[in-house]
């Protein structure tokens, strides 16, 4: 189906404000009904973590961004659709990743959020590094299986 | 045709990116990654669990079975990780 509305994405090094990009999705129009966004953030789960490094492949990650949100727009009839996701280091309590969805309706903006991170999470290419609290060392994150599961949900 | 890496693969290869002359006999991805893993043992490392690498033919993902083409940047890199 072809996509409803033209999403928005991008990849970056700063941080972004939800409010903001909330607004740009709803400013000036009066079809918007919903509006569902995801913030993920980096998180310390047994005090060791200091920071996360980001690494991504630029170009790609764009592009592979874009096609997840195209097929977004064209599975859920939405008025609009952002996503951004950051690289380099982001430290426990940052952002990293932002996906807003807006409909008329809630139910296609809460299940295009849902698919869009679904996705990101198996087909975006990032690629997480843990550094470890006082320098003893870095090591890449392994992909889950859950994670694939996740974006298998989605099949028809 | 040139080759890009990322994450653990980059690490143990030791290069982000090179452009190599293939050999006439290497057509599909499955076939660059044997070839690659013959150049050295930091490849051999890095391509160690050749099934779980991930392939993109010019910045889209491809399976090991997908043809090489004529020219364009080959990826490789681990089972991906953001969100």
Not at chain 1, 13 to 38: I, K, M, P, Q, Y
Not at chain 1, 105 to 118: G, P
Not at chain 2, 19 to 43: F, I, Q, S
Request: with cysteine.
């Amino acid at each position: 189906m072809a996509p409803t509305c033209e999403p928005l994405v991008r990849v970056q090094a700063d941080d972004f404000d939800l409010a903001t990009e909330t607004r740009r999705l709803t400013a000036g129009r009066r079809d918007v009904g919903a509006v569902v966004s995801f913030t993920g953030l980096c998180r310390d789960e047994n005090g060791m973590l200091e920071a996360l490094e980001l690494e991504h492949y630029p170009g790609m990650a764009e592009a592979e961004i874009a096609r997840i949100s195209s097929e977004a727009a064209g599975r859920w009839p939405l008025t609009g659709l952002t996503v951004i996701h950051r690289f380099g280091k982001i430290v426990p309590g940052d952002n990293i990743v932002l996906v807003v969805a807006a409909s008329s309706h809630r139910r296609a903006a809460f299940e295009a959020a849902d698919f869009l991170m679904d996705f990101l999470k198996s087909r975006a290419p990032f690629w997480k590094k843990e550094h470890v609290r006082g320098g003893t060392g870095a090591g890449w994150v392994e992909a889950k299986d859950a994670d694939l599961d996740d974006m298998k949900r989605w099949e028809r | 045709m040139k080759l890009v890496y990322f994450a653990w693969v980059r690490e143990r290869i030791g290069l982000p990116d090179e452009t190599v002359d293939l050999p006439a006999d290497v057509n599909t991805v499955a076939d660059l990654l044997n070839w690659l893993k013959g150049r050295g043992e930091n490849y051999g490392a890095a391509l160690e669990r050749q099934d779980i690498i991930r392939v993109a033919i010019n910045q889209e993902h491809a399976d090991h079975s997908a043809p090489l083409p004529a020219n364009g940047e080959i990826a490789l890199f681990p089972p991906m990780t953001g969100g």
